[in-house]
């Protein structure tokens, strides 16, 4: 199995990045980590092993990035404002320099924007703010909204409030998109959520689906058994949704 490692200075980050590359052709992956995740993660939850099949048969390319949430949604010294502002960097990040790199290596016309958990968040928002460049988004176990206050879990931007939340927040963007060509690219790409039966933000994941609903979009709502929150069950999802 094809597995590359790349590193480079980030100049809109203002650090050295990493991401790995796994698979030599097919539909490229984008993957986004966990909130505690590297850009080894996928590989660590032996979560590429559950999907070697399909990237040993050349129809799944994965490429791992990795995460600076600890320098933007959980760093908590920081204001919130500054801390929306980090993450938005970090898209930029993707946008102007991982995915040049992942179409220059691979020509593939399928991208698939992916991730669990908080990487969930990070693969749905990049997709449904840039749908053009997304043909697939699969997100496992995720939260839409940072500003909700669920369980134990809590706003991760201390009631902060801009137009930068607005436009990071799919929940909230979503319902008031009236814009003809971005809900043209939203409708050809293949949507799938999934979620557990008692993960707290099951009420979130429907809402999104509900939204979804009224904009037209087509997708796919799954409701597991349990939480449904841990890598054991993210083995059993990719191989089934990717």
């Known amino acids: 199995m094809n597995r590359e490692y790349h590193r480079w200075y980030s100049q809109r980050l203002q650090r050295e990045m990493e991401l790995l590359v796994v698979g030599h052709s097919g539909a ?94 990070h693969a749905a928002n990049i997709a449904f703010r840039h749908p053009d460049k997304f043909q697939k988004l699969v997100a496992l176990s995720g939260r839409y909204d940072l500003t909700l206050s669920v369980d134990v879990f809590h706003d991760l931007l201390n009631g902060h409030y801009d137009e930068n939340v607005y436009f990071n927040t799919p929940t909230h963007f979503l319902p008031n998109l009236r814009c003809d060509w971005h809900l043209e690219h939203l409708r050809r790409m293949d949507m799938v959520i999934v979620v557990g039966a008692d993960d707290p933000f099951l009420d979130n994941n429907r809402y999104l689906s509900a939204i979804l609903d009224a904009k037209g979009l087509s997708h796919r709502l799954h409701v597991w058994e349990g939480r449904a929150h841990r890598a054991s069950c993210w083995r059993k999802m990719a191989p089934l949704y990717l």
């Open 28 to 121: 490229k992956v984008l993957v986004f980590p966990t909130r505690d995740g590297r850009f080894h993660e996928y590989e660590d939850l032996h979560l590429v092993h559950s999907v070697a099949s399909k990237i040993e048969a050349g129809h799944l390319q994965l490429w791992c990035v990795d995460s600076i949430d600890w320098e933007s949604f959980y760093c908590f010294w920081n204001t919130p404002a500054d801390r929306i502002r980090r993450h938005m960097l970090f898209e930029e990040y993707i946008l102007h320099e991982v995915m040049p790199l992942m179409h220059g290596m691979n020509p593939h016309p399928c991208t698939i924007a992916h991730g669990c958990s908080l990487g969930a968040y």
